[in-house]
């Protein structure tokens, strides 16, 4: 499948690219409070990019702090010429990150002081999030009707494609991807869901009435 | 599912959460989701799922070769290629030929001989054990894409170009499809309160209509006639009115049901003994259905990984595939 940039665009903006240009000028002259904002910005989607490639969630936990480090430092020192391409800049030290550490396991020590006010990922929130989107997980996977679930496996954890599932099961391909798709949709939709009105719950059960 | 409207996403995030998806692509989606809230949620939701269902860690993305495996292989290759060498003698054991290529294929074990003579394959009819020699020893598979259905990719639909939709058709389109009751598959519309599907024979006939759906998808109920193309297109119901999709200046979305021959060929090699993924990806190639012949011979690659003539079909079908139609709403 081949997929244009175009096709990914949805979610640019000039406003976005002006906000991208006052971060990264704020952190080149040192504002702390930029690089906390930076980095409650990136630390999930680096997150999620560091275990879609890795597979390994203690890996990916490991290194997301490395590269909100690099990140910060990179940015400091003024490396980014192009801020609208803030982005890209943190996806390619994410990617460098994990591809030194499959080649090597030594670490190179930093040469400048690190960011110490950076939201710690390790957090005792963070951590309670994780475990709840796990819960919803779960009980995303065990709303589902067997034969999905059997389907939305072979798909996810086996890496197979619908028709070799179909072989399998002795099903047509196209009943397995309406069901496949059908059962993406379902526990995705669960999980977002139960995970937006836990959120509200908490806001409301902070708030003084 | 989504409150993004990019196209694509729903493909790419699943495969993406797989490790399936082309490394390119894969970037561009990153580029994507770090920038967009609502992709980042699916990513982590379906991330979430597959981790408490996997009991067992996937392998890496793309795992680069640390650099003592990328010096040690190339010396364990040159140092068995001069055993190699200094150890043959053809005269010693005339009986043992060197084979060109070897796979493991569901029941059977072919195998290529240096004469180009296929073995593994016996139980098979004549023209079934031609096809897979030929593939074996070419590299290749014979993939013959309708040229009506290419063509139709270059072309767009007159008409009032500011009428263009702001959703989009997923599959089938621009593709032959083996089942004759295809299965449907749209995006979502911001603020559609239902999708009604219609299909069109040659002339605008209609032959299939959807009553309203709800959901994004609709498996056809009636049988398509085999071997003749269809178009289709879905109109979503809002609060301002109705939008179809495709729309000028939008290509049609045009697919075709396979014809009855390869398919009952399929059906056969489906029910034979050999359950053999090779065969059925060189019949899938050959009636067209190039998407159903690449995951053939995804399946092939599982139980032969590594295996370069495997790489090479996979290559000459990439190569033989039209690029999915872009059914961008038109700016």
Known sequence: MNVDRSDMDSS???????????????????????????????????????????????LAADLLQDVMIDAICALRRGQLREPQKLSSFVIGIARNRLNNHYRSTVRQPESLEFPDLLPDSSSHAQKLEE???????????????????KILQMTLIDGLKPGIIAQRLSLNPDVVRQRKLRATRRVIDFVRRQSQTESSNHIVVGKVT | MTDCTAPLIDRCLERYIQGTLPESDARKFEEHYFDCP????????????????????????????PWPVRVAVPAAIAAGLVLAFIGFHPWRQ???????????????????????????ADGLPKKDRDALQAALATGRLEASFPSDLAASQAETMLGNTAAASPFQVISPVDRVVSDDRPAFAWQSMPGATGYRVRVYAGGYRKVAESPTLHGLNWPCPVALARGQNYTWTVTATSSTGEVRTPAP??????FQVMGSAPAAGIESALRGPANGHLLLAVLYAKAGAVDDAGEQLDLLAKENPNSPIVARLKSSLNQATPSPIKTKAAQ
């Not at chain 1, 690219?17 to 409650?40: K, P, S, T, W, Y």
């Not at chain 2, 200046?249 to 045009?254: N, T």
Request: glycine letters at 4%.
């Open chain 1, 12 to 58: 640019w903006s000039p406003e976005a690219a002006m906000d991208n240009d006052r971060l990264v000028r704020a952190i080149q002259d040192g504002d702390r409070e930029a690089e906390r904002a930076f980095a409650a910005r990136y630390l999930r989607p680096v997150k999620a990019m560091l275990l879609a490639r890795s597979r390994n969630p203690d």
């Open chain 1, 131 to 149: 475990q709840e989107r796990e819960n919803l997980a779960m009980n995303a996977i065990s709303s589902l009707d067997p034969l999905d679930k």
């Open chain 2, 38 to 65: 609502a992709c980042l949620a699916q990513v982590e939701a379906l991330q979430a799922v597959a981790q408490q269902m996997g009991s067992k860690p996937l392998q890496p993305r793309r795992a680069p070769i």
């Open chain 2, 94 to 120: 005339p009986e043992q030929q060197i084979s060109r290529a070897d796979l493991r294929d569901g029941n059977l074990n072919l195998s290529l001989d240096k004469t180009g003579q296929l073995h593994g």
């Open chain 2, 249 to 254: 200046p939008q290509p049609e979305a045009v």
